[in-house]
């Protein structure tokens, strides 16, 4: 294999792209802060041990897992959940509710395709510490929040539904170990109301149960509708449709976006206990955006400590083919402000003196590094989207001045040294 | 191994550490994007012949390595380099010059001690398709002027060498392959100038030649002073020290730091060829905080096509550790703003409807996510460093305002809902 080859399913980003992908981090960062979210950092090589117990045979299949020179059975690490299970169990000083976020790459050896890459970024944010309907609705008002932020308003679904509720409702049809019936109504979207009959069927249930279960799971409600009668439970999955009702009704205190109750939505991982959700962008046939639940007990396997908590992942890829089909994806881009051009070498000292003040003023600011005519810097500048040139020549250094050209009108100003700073108020005028 | 372990090397970065170091990873982003550079971002993941070419076996040996399922060697990238010559390489319709930063994640198997961790971060800004004093400057000019920032002015020394000149320089005491030499001398200063001398009369030199190249490198000059005529050398020799020391000159231009010319430094990584250049904390044995140079032939050994490098890289654990020796670590760290309290679950919608008001507002606002007492709630606020807690009962639900109070004074005061966006205002009168 050459050495200039590319691991499949990893990416090189680019400036073109990895510049706007700085505003998706810092709209998640900034949104969380304002929660009162903090950020942590986990290892990204954990032991493979960890994903071992409750994360899902599919998972664990597709771990980059491998042995160290110490003999130990390492995974790049596949999603968060554990590593934070596993940090905020090893502190007994932290205060509760902890709320964190972070956002750290990710490993999954699966095929890529369109909104999947073996590596990619995920943002997760999650409580800790709190089992309550207001943490329920916390955590899903800040994923809606980040989504708005970006600039997602009004253009995504969220789906809701509880595991509490559903394993209430599937033992009414006889089911109750439910995990493998999550896995078939998981892929219910992907491979069809027919073929989930045929998988229910399999694990036990004779067919008109099986039709009847997946005819009331395939409707989505908004949460004002939910026929709430329609659904024969006890009193357990009754207090967890509740839960799960009030919750989506304060979402709305977070965000005017859409939210739907969806039985069918019972998300991949098998720890989740509680509350489960999706967005989907509306448009268009994408992956889930971000998901996420509550998970209560993982800590309980993890650490032998009763943490309750709540969290999502979002991952960078099928955000960004949203925010690309939306063509909002390089919005608020900022170029750069300043090419210095200079005439000679000699000159090149007073031409740095220029760059550099004008950059602690915060601007962008280049200088060419290498001696070029005036006209090829000039091109340089334009070619490179500045929204002005400094010329310095003999005269410039001379008279201890800059001349200062704006590239879209061509007009130009000589203005000495010491006002540079406020060099742009010459052309607002 | 139970699951609760970490592994050796690696760290959990909790919040009062993750907060603190978010100011770093902004100021080194800031100061890049001001001096006209744009991110980038590569795989953790590369082929382990990208290392082999020419990062010397002392790197190699550190990597993690393992065979994947596709039966490739692959590699958790141990540095910054081979990926970015492999991605500037990839593309020939980049603009030359192209100045790239990227901070990312690196591993290397080392035994972990004081300044090193397996996994740490990197910042690495790099200018390619340019070879000039000028460019060599810029660089680091860059990493001066980040290290100012961050609060370090006058607080380190930036150590210049030329490998260019070193070559002449050691050719002249009969040194044709330099490799070995630079290990040696690369290892000068933990080792000692004995242990030097005895390594390069392994070499073949002998013993009256060793001592007094090992006594010619022993002093770092301030470049004015730096006594050119000491060093009989070629005239490519002179060249390559005149253009070092024009560089030294002019990255005076960017820092009032002090610059020594220190023919000590040489660099572990055999892919330099013109400066290289190490900065050290004045005050500590700490190890150096970043370290760069010119790879011009890199990229040759790489791809086949010739593009003049230079860059520098910058570890998070030495920087960190300088920066808590010195105090500022936790620098311009911004608390929480509003913890908002209220009287009973009836009331949170409203408590919701204010907290998310002054979030839009860009304020670190967080809410009960429970209902508990409003005085374990203000309790809640001091632990948490909240400025202010807003408190909201009946009585405010009732008159639609809110009760805000200053923790720090006790001071407290009822504001009507539409003017909460500016509650701050009634406390500075």
Redesign the interface.
């Known amino acids: 294999?050459h050495?200039?080859?590319?691991?499949?399913g990893?990416?090189?980003?680019?400036?073109e792209e990895?510049?706007p992908?700085?505003r998706i981090f810092k709209v998640a960062?900034d949104?969380s802060?304002?929660?009162?979210f903090?950020?942590?950092?986990?290892?990204?090589?954990?032991?493979l041990?960890?994903y071992k117990?409750k994360s899902g045979d599919e998972l664990v299949n597709q771990i980059?897992s491998?042995?160290?020179?110490?003999n130990?059975s390492?995974a790049?690490i596949p999603e968060a959940t554990?590593?934070l299970v596993?940090?905020i169990?090893?502190?007994k000083d932290?205060?509760m509710?902890a709320?964190?976020y972070s956002f750290q790459?990710f490993?999954r050896?699966e095929e890529p395709q369109a909104g999947r890459q073996r590596?990619f970024y995920q943002f997760n944010a999650d409580?800790f510490g709190?089992d309550?309907y207001?943490?329920d609705?916390?955590i899903v008002?800040l994923a809606a929040?980040i989504l708005d932020d970006l600039g997602l308003r009004g253009k995504y679904i969220i789906y809701l539904n509880s595991r509490e509720f559903m394993e209430s409702f599937l033992s009414s049809y006889g089911i109750s170990d439910p995990e493998r019936a999550y896995l078939s109504i998981d892929r219910m979207k992907k491979k069809g109301e027919d073929a989930t009959v045929d998988e229910l069927t399999e694990l036990g249930l004779n067919g008109n149960a099986a039709e009847s279960l997946v005819d009331s799971i395939g409707t989505a409600y908004s949460p004002d509708d939910f026929p709430v009668s329609n659904y024969s439970i006890d009193s357990g999955g009754r207090r967890s449709l509740d839960r799960l009702l009030k919750t989506a009704r304060?979402i709305r205190?977070?965000t005017d976006s859409d939210i739907r109750i969806d039985l069918s939505i019972v998300r991949g991982l098998s720890y989740y206990t509680g509350i489960v959700f999706e967005a989907f962008y509306k448009f268009s046939e994408f992956r889930s955006i971000l998901g996420g639940g509550r998970y209560d007990s993982l800590s309980q396997l993890?650490?032998g400590t009763n943490i309750p908590s709540v969290g999502f992942g979002m991952g960078d890829v099928v955000l960004e083919a949203v925010l690309k089909n939306e063509g909002i994806f390089d919005r608020d881009l900022k170029g750069?402000d300043v090419f210095v051009c200079y005439s000679s070498a000699e000159i090149?000292?007073y031409a740095?003196?220029v760059a550099?003040r004008l950059?602690k003023g915060?601007?962008?600011?280049?200088?060419?590094?290498?001696?070029r005519s005036i006209s090829s810097q000039l091109k340089?500048a334009s070619?490179?989207n500045y929204r002005y040139a400094a010329i310095i020549g003999e005269r410039e250094l001379n008279s201890q001045e800059v001349s200062f050209k704006e590239l879209s009108s061509g007009t130009q100003k000589a203005i000495p040294f010491e006002r540079i700073d406020n060099f742009q108020k010459f052309f607002d005028q």
């Open positions: 294999m050495v200039m080859e590319k691991l499949r990893f990416r090189d980003i680019y400036p990895a510049e992908r700085k960062e949104i802060e304002r929660f009162g903090s950020k942590v950092e986990f290892p990204s090589l954990e032991l041990e960890l117990i980059f491998f042995t160290d020179r110490g130990r390492v790049l554990p590593s596993r940090m169990s090893s502190r932290l205060r509710p709320k964190w790459r490993w050896y590596e409580i709190v309550s207001q943490a609705a916390e008002g929040s304060l205190g977070y993890i650490s750069p090149f000292e740095l003196k550099n950059r915060g601007l962008k600011v280049s200088v060419s590094l290498s001696v340089a070619k490179g």
